[in-house]
């Protein structure tokens, strides 16, 4: 019986080990938004002055031919994406989509596909997944999608992936 029991234990610790490893490198790489009215080097920096403050940002890329900006996460860390479309706003601005590259791991709940990370919110919703990339959408698998985000601030995210890569072990 005891033997049992410390199987049990055993087992379930391992699990968990694994489980927080491929966490750790579950991340929001970077995200990509586009702005309306970014037009000149003033409105950049009001941008750039809101974005900075939010959690995971280590670099930012402004591009106001483009109007464009896209933050990269610190080294280790993950972007709280939900605080973007706000830090927008906040600056003055309206946002019209965002990009992710997000690294997690697939799961599956009645049907529906997730990608799971680490960090604010620690799933995304995948949706409109087109056949050829659902095939490279392997359940337990840590992979790297990148693709537009839908939702809103303070509900349910969803992602709709653009390209799946296998991430670096």
Request: aromatic share 6%; net charge positive; charged share 25%.
């Amino acid at each position: 019986m005891i033997n049992r029991v410390l199987l049990i234990y055993i087992t379930a610790l391992l699990f968990s080990v694994v489980i927080n490893i491929s966490l750790a490198s579950a991340k929001i790489l970077s995200v990509k938004v586009s702005v309306d009215g970014l037009a000149c080097p003033f409105c950049a920096y009001g941008v750039e002055k809101k974005l900075k403050r939010i959690k995971g940002v280590g670099s930012m890329d402004i591009r106001m031919q483009e109007g464009t900006v896209t933050l990269t996460a610190e080294q280790g860390q993950s972007i709280d994406f939900a605080e973007v479309p706000g830090a927008i706003k906040d600056s003055g601005f309206s946002m019209r989509q965002m990009k992710l590259a997000v690294s997690g791991t697939i799961m599956e709940k009645d049907g529906d596909l997730f990608l799971r990370y680490e960090g604010p919110g620690e799933q995304l919703a995948l949706k409109d997944v087109g056949t050829a990339l659902r095939d490279k959408l392997t359940i337990s698998k840590t992979v790297i999608v990148k693709g537009y985000v839908t939702g809103k601030p303070g509900g349910p995210w969803s992602l709709k992936p653009e390209s799946v890569e296998e991430a670096a072990k």
